[in-house]
């Protein structure tokens, strides 16, 4: 069973960046698509962004593009998400996830299609 341990959230001012990090165990990190959803009090988890297995292809929420960035380093296991220029409205817990299946990047905006979860950290952006 693998273990998905998030870091990075914190409170940050309207305007300013964070980067979040996911931290994978096991072998198989390499071989999975890994996504990024965030919830807000109130509201239903959302799709922010995914990565491919080799990070080829990245796949992001509109309202995310050109602010945040998907990122992963297979060597440490790890999966970011890379925040600029946030808004009070980004505020809410962030969390990571594997994909189900290996190699496949298949609806990879559906949280139901996401096998595992991190227990989520939380981002709070001031205005």
């Known amino acids: 069973q693998v273990q998905l341990v998030e870091s990075g959230g914190g409170l940050v001012q309207a305007g300013g960046s964070l980067r979040l990090s996911c931290a994978a165990s096991?072998?198989?990190?390499?071989?999975?698509?890994m996504g990024w959803f965030r919830q807000a009090p109130g509201k239903e988890r959302e799709f922010v962004a995914a990565?491919?297995?080799?990070?080829?292809?990245?796949y992001y929420a509109d309202s995310m593009k050109g602010r945040f960035t998907i990122s992963r380093d297979n060597a440490k296991n790890t999966v970011y998400l890379q925040m600029n220029s946030l808004k009070p409205e980004d505020t809410a817990v962030y969390y990571c996830?594997?994909?189900?299946?290996?190699?496949?990047?298949?609806?990879?905006?559906?949280?139901?299609?996401?096998?595992?979860w991190g227990q989520g950290t939380q981002v709070t952006v001031s205005s």
């Open positions: 996830a594997r994909k189900a299946n290996i190699y496949s990047d298949y609806n990879v905006k559906s949280a139901s299609s996401y096998g595992s």
């Open positions: 990565i491919t297995w080799s990070g080829d292809t990245t």
């Open positions: 096991g072998q198989t990190f390499s071989s999975y698509t």
